[in-house]
């Protein structure tokens, strides 16, 4: 799996890191991607989940503690 950890915000190009994990499950396709982060926009925030929804390999994770965290990382 790879972990996205930062806020949701265009800036931070969260469709790049989903275009390159698509890349990467043509060759591996049990790869998966957790994007952690809350939203800077209510309508940033509204396209990334619509992303998640049509990937079931991307899990969008919100409002996350630090032990959460720490277990997804680990």
Not at 35 to 41: A, L, Q
Not at 43 to 53: D, F, N, T, V
Request: net charge positive; with cysteine.
């Amino acid at each position: 799996s790879f972990v996205c950890v930062g806020r949701l915000a265009e800036d931070k190009r969260v469709e790049m890191v989903v275009g390159i994990i698509e890349q990467v499950r043509r060759t591996f396709p049990s790869v998966q991607l957790h994007i952690v982060g809350n939203p800077d926009s209510p309508a940033y925030a509204r396209r990334i989940r619509e992303l998640s929804q049509s990937r079931p390999w991307m899990t969008l994770h919100q409002d996350l503690t630090r032990s959460e965290l720490a277990h997804l990382l680990s």
